[in-house]
């Protein structure tokens, strides 16, 4: 069958909903793709010179913004900094062997900065695999986030001593967790007491890709059905391993929200302020028992999907130069000294920083110890189980027999 | 409850009761549990004394019962998730293998998603497709899981009790056909379940063949037992009680006595629960065997409509056709 | 934990997103609905009084409205009549032990008789398991559909005859086979031909209850981003066994194809003139090249879920009361009296036949054999298979056994 | 293609190139495989040559995947799915048994729903979690399903044109950590495949004990026999090919040879294939016994974190031991 076969795809109204990806057609072989303009309700505060500005539906956002002080813009910063460069050297722990894959957020950091420091302490996030940068905002130590890439465990932190749960693999899976969550957190009383130390919301995480699950889908459904305090933070970074937006959805996700019953906001990912002022608001409904936002943050996955991933072959490098202008350290970065809220020295501090960051990190690593043999079997089950039992101690004893000279 | 007549609905009935009264984390998931009680009416009257926060009437969407229980599970709660029919739980696979199995161990032990998903099961009773499936041996092939099925009354009020205080997720079968059937019942609360969770029982002593088999096929061996011991056999019958783990002690102790092992279910043989039993006794028991393990069980094809189902599912004559062919070794 | 620890449900406001529903809460124990009414923007053409109306987002549908001459009007209110006489017959040979169950369409005649009925010949019907209208539409021996529920089949008839596929009973599974159905007829270059016998649409029926399904939602997300020639309709009779619309969704199921990319109507479910213009405008579209279109028929279920429901637990007389005002046939046959278009002989005729066409499904019922014991292995496979052919012959063998007096 | 050296990914490219070629209602489906070619590029170059129409990059939802492949199907196409790991065929879990599975038998065979899902299976390559699972005993136990598996460049080529060519649906299980393996071929199209798409072939004659495996572990046999020849014991090594149907004839016939059998596969061995293979041996060989038959595979843990995984597959050291453990009876 060729080409022409395929009937032509034209447009149709479609009432008030806009189309910011100009999907002119999704014919095959005619990918006409404008992923560089958020379109008119994108949320932004900084443009991508760092200058401020006031575009997209930001007017509920700008009173938070208003309250930002110095002291937490230029921690904002360090954040960013702070991140990308544990994320560069996960990359090179990668590279150097000491681990399997590496899923990088080069790109993304103002998106997961911006949401990561909106949250409260007692706020719950329910990841993705690439969520380092919220994992750092919420206080998990980075090396915990290696061992699963290391091949020592397949996560196995604590999720209570952060609230940051464990990554979580199978797309879609962990919307719904952090949906049931949330409804635990109702069925605490932790929600609309006006008590700002127990009002609790849950934050999950997925990608443009992860939109098109089941999982995904029906966790709007749960949500919007129990009014239950989650944010739900798709991070759309244009990309799905090799799959473009056009082969997720037609019109951008954040739409998707009102036709659940919740809001959906679209911000600009690459923006730390518009990302941070815009999860902020939407916690602090969900905590005061105004029921869930879907936020999409508009943003660029600059690296490959993981080390693993050439994306040579499927996307252009005029493509990513495009999205190289709107870095997000870069216009933090200008904005604080347009607004004289940092100075050199400021900078040259947190370069340091995160030198000494990436040293601790990769030095960790390198020293993680291999787990001992039989604990694979440890943790299977909560409660004792014979056939754990008896494979761990055939396995001791099928050891024992080598060293015996067997 | 003593010594009164009840239907292994309302044992589990009761059961489900009984642990809500103990332990407020105790919640109740599902399609139509609140107002209606359920299709099979097991959870008749709980949404009315335990509110709709407790007793939850679900969206229509069984990957999203499971996904938000294990979120529930995390934040301290204990939910017990009615799948309305065994033919609606693969919606919910995906959850049940990627997470439910594995968050304890993911974890190393950190986060734990105590939860019992009951799955009403089996054949008998003229259904239409996809109402009288018998899936449990795709979840006894799951590490991670505990799968157990209850037989009669007694069993089902006090195994959904050590289901629900069991830290680790239970997939809880429920012989459907036998929901309405009575016993006459001994409760004593104060005294405790009068086994464990995962103990296998000997139903009936015997020392030609051995029966074994849970849910619904346990009152059907019985009654082949009953049978042939009007012929002079002596059938020994087990009830597995729990299908993951296997009471191997009890299974393997039976089979060395008599030497001759029939195992009966309702689901299809080919790597039905029969073949990891057949296949663990034939090891354990190499020298007691008189006759290889045998397998009576639904033939391999999907369950057939409801006017065949007398001839897929095993029946007294299958069963004892079964014990004929152990015997002729 | 009590209910007052429960926070309260206070509104937001969602823009634009109107909601007909008035879910005022959802907290537990006040559930407030208010489901007579279809909101302002529910396309109506036949109030229930059967008079000739045009409320809601009615003008593109009008047009169509007025190509309808008498003959088809009256064929309508003919299919309206003999199709729930079908489904009376249904119940009661259930009642008489002759069926194993019946799912009652009582109520949603119109609903089904507009859809089934604007279908051309060569387009796709996907059902669930209540469509005996739709089934009569497309031409379906009404006998064909009482195999399943007297046990005798698991359906068993050729779809490709009618272009009626198989009932399905998972609920949200027929909604994905539409669409890749749907993709099949955009392969076959049968979509946007202007050839009216050759362009073809796929329709695919769920509930209210089914819109929660993630395999729902996946079918609105790939039948959007392959533009294929497929129309959702989904029935809302307002109930899923026991659970009225509050418990899967806050706003009505039309809205959320938007979301998705696609327009989305909620007809009156009980006005067979409105189902028929709208379920036609989509279908054209859809055989045009111009995608999916999502339509919502606003109506009600009657009856029990099935005939082994008991909705005395859940719901109150009051509301069947105030819904059988709306009856659909009533309002047709009200409607073709007042304009003139039929007589009291035409009506006569029409219950003659419907007398007609019970008595021929009750003997036909009666007389549908049980089939034959080794049948049961003969099409798990298409292909010859060792292990159906050894447990036929074990069977035969088994039975043969018995007849020898072994 | 005669005479090359070829991997089995590259026997399955040109596979599934044939197989277009020759019939125009192939379609692939699955997440990248279009500009990609795949996270294994299995189907590289087949975009660019069939056009996207026919190599579908899909939208991330893998019930998706599979129930508009069922709806192309219904149409008259022949989907060929890919899906991405193991772990994630989950989420279609309930089509593929609902729907895949039933959709002949319940249309009386009016319908076929003719499809390969091809699985990239098992571990051995470092990866992290969900990507190393071995599921095959699910869709075996499923009835309406056909279960094959590759374990070399040219079964791959063959094998997946068969499979693509049954009427049925077939899960196609390719071992990924053997992708990048080559081995001469010698391929005549004229002469076409050289052997049924269900019959398992016997790789090495012996007469001790009978090793059994499939995919990936069928190398890790060939390698154990070579050893254990070394120390003057005879093994048989069986490739199934076939996990449903099971190729009996084959297999008994080696069993009542050798007396001995162990089974090898990387899945769990609760109610893994070694389960259904050992009770079908241990009855119809009962005889011929001499040892029981032996289960060597998979931990019933979930697959562990990669830094495990040569402790957790069976490897050269475990095999031989099963097959000292049988011969020590
Ligand atoms: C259910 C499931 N299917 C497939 C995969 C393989 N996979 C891993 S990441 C990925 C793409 C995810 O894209 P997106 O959601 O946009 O997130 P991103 O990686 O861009 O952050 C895929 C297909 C998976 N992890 N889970
Ligand atoms: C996946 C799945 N889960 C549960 C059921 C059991 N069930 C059958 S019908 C039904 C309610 C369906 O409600 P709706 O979609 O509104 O359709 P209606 O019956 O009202 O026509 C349920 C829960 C099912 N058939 N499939
Ligand atoms: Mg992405
Ligand atoms: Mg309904």
Redesign the interface.
């Known amino acids: 069958?060729?080409?022409q076969?395929?009937?032509?795809?034209?447009e149709?109204?479609?009432?008030?909903?806009s189309?910011p990806h100009h999907h002119e057609t999704?014919a095959?072989?005619v990918p006409v793709r404008d992923v560089t303009d958020g379109g008119p309700e994108m949320v932004q505060f900084l443009d991508a010179d760092g200058k401020r500005v006031s575009r997209g539906n930001c007017e509920p956002y700008e009173p938070i913004l208003e309250g930002l002080d110095p002291e937490t813009m230029r921690s904002l910063y360090r954040d960013l900094v702070l991140v990308r460069r544990v994320d560069a050297e996960g990359h090179a722990l990668q590279r150097q062997g000491e681990l399997?894959?590496w899923p990088s957020l080069l790109g993304q950091e103002a998106a997961q900065v911006g949401a990561g420091r909106a949250m409260s302490t007692q706020d719950y996030a329910f990841p993705g695999y690439r969520e380092h940068g919220v994992a750092w905002c919420k206080g998990v130590p980075p090396l915990n986030l290696l061992?699963?890439?290391?091949?020592?465990?397949?996560?196995?932190?604590?999720?209570?001593a952060n609230n940051f749960?464990?990554y979580?693999?199978?797309?879609?899976?962990q919307?719904?967790?952090?949906?049931?969550?949330?409804?635990?957190?109702?069925?605490?009383?932790a929600?609309?007491?006006g008590d700002p130390s127990r009002d609790t919301a849950v934050m999950a995480f997925t990608g443009d890709?992860?939109?098109?699950?089941?999982?995904y889908?029906?966790?709007l459904?749960?949500a919007?059905?129990?009014?239950a305090p989650v944010v739900f933070f798709v991070q759309n970074n244009q990309w799905?391993?090799?799959?473009p937006n056009?082969?997720?959805?037609?019109?951008p996700p954040y739409?998707?929200?009102?036709?659940?019953?919740?809001?959906?906001v679209r911000v600009d990912g690459n923006d730390v302020l518009a990302v941070y002022a815009v999860t902020k608001h939407a916690l602090d409904?969900a905590r005061s028992?105004?029921?869930p936002t879907l936020i999409e943050a508009f943003t660029y996955r600059m690296g490959a999907h993981t080390t693993?991933?050439?994306p040579t072959?499927?996307r252009v490098s005029a493509e990513v130069d495009l999205w190289r202008e709107k870095d997000p350290i870069k216009r933090m970065r200008s904005h604080l000294e347009r607004e004289g809220i940092a100075d050199p020295a400021f900078f040259d501090g947190i370069d340091a920083e995160a030198d000494a960051l990436a040293a601790e990190i990769r030095t960790g690593c390198q020293n993680m110890p291999?787990?001992e043999?039989p604990t694979?079997?440890?943790?299977?089950?909560?409660?004792q189980?014979?056939?754990?039992d008896r494979?761990r101690a055939e396995?001791i004893a099928?050891h024992a027999g080598f060293e015996e000279g067997n | 409850m003593a010594g009164q007549k009840l239907t292994l609905a309302k044992g589990l009935n009761a059961g489900l009761r009984a642990a809500m009264e103990k332990d407020a984390k105790v919640?109740l998931m599902g399609e139509d549990i609140g107002k209606l009680g359920g299709v099979f009416r097991i959870t008749e009257g709980l949404q009315k004394d335990f509110g709709e926060?407790r007793v939850i009437d679900?969206?229509l969407?069984e990957?999203?019962i499971?996904?938000?229980?294990?979120?529930?599970?995390?934040?301290?709660?204990r939910p017990v998730v009615e799948i309305q029919f065994d033919g609606f739980i693969y919606?919910a696979f995906?959850?049940i293998i990627?997470?439910v199995s594995?968050?304890?161990?993911?974890?190393?032990?950190?986060?734990?998603v105590?939860m019992v998903i009951r799955v009403p099961f089996g054949g008998g009773i003229g259904a239409v497709e996809h109402h009288s499936e018998s899936n449990e041996a795709y979840f006894a092939h799951t590490?991670?899981l505990?799968v157990v099925s209850c037989s009669n009354p007694e069993d089902a009020y006090w195994m959904i009790q050590q289901a629900i205080e069991?830290?680790?997720p239970v997939m809880f079968y429920e012989p459907k056909r036998r929901y309405h059937e009575r016993a006459e019942v001994e409760i004593d609360d104060a005294a405790g379940a009068p086994r464990g969770l995962?103990e296998a029982q000997v139903l009936r002593e015997g020392t030609d063949v051995t029966l074994i088999a849970y849910g619904p096929m346990v009152k059907t061996c019985m009654e082949a037992a009953g049978a042939a011991a009007d012929e002079g056999r002596s059938l020994e019958v087990i009830d597995l009680r729990s299908l993951s783990?296997l009471d191997?002690d009890t299974v393997t102790a039976s089979a060395e006595k008599t030497g001759r092992v029939v195992v009966v279910h309702e689901a299809s043989t080919f790597l039905g629960m029969g073949a990891e039993i057949a296949a663990e006794i034939q090891q354990k028991c190499f020298y007691h065997l008189e006759a290889p393990v045998l397998r009576v069980g639904g033939y391999n094809i999907p369950y057939p409509p409801s006017r065949f189902e007398e001839e897929f599912l095993p029946n007294l004559d299958r069963v004892l056709d079964g014990v004929d062919k152990a015997l002729a070794y």
């Open positions: 069958m060729s080409d076969d395929v009937a032509p795809v034209p149709r109204d479609l009432g008030e909903i189309s999704v095959p072989g399997g894959l061992g699963m890439f290391r091949g020592v465990n397949h996560g196995g932190w604590d999720s209570n749960h464990l979580t693999i199978v797309i879609g899976n919307m719904l967790h952090a949906t049931g969550y949330a409804m635990g957190v109702q069925r605490d009383g929600v609309g007491t890709g992860g939109t098109a699950q089941g999982d889908n029906e966790a459904v749960f919007s059905v129990a009014h799905a391993i090799s799959e056009e082969r997720q959805f037609r019109v739409q998707r929200a009102k036709g659940f019953g919740f809001p959906g409904e028992g105004q029921g693993s991933d050439d072959k499927y291999d787990p043999l694979m079997f440890d943790k299977v089950y909560a409660e189980h014979p056939v754990i494979e396995l099928y | 919640v926060e679900t969206p969407a990957a999203g499971l996904g938000t229980a294990v979120g529930l599970a995390l934040r301290g709660y919606p995906d959850q990627s997470q594995k968050m304890h161990s993911r974890s190393l032990g950190y986060l734990k105590p590490a991670g505990r069991c830290d680790d995962h783990p191997l």
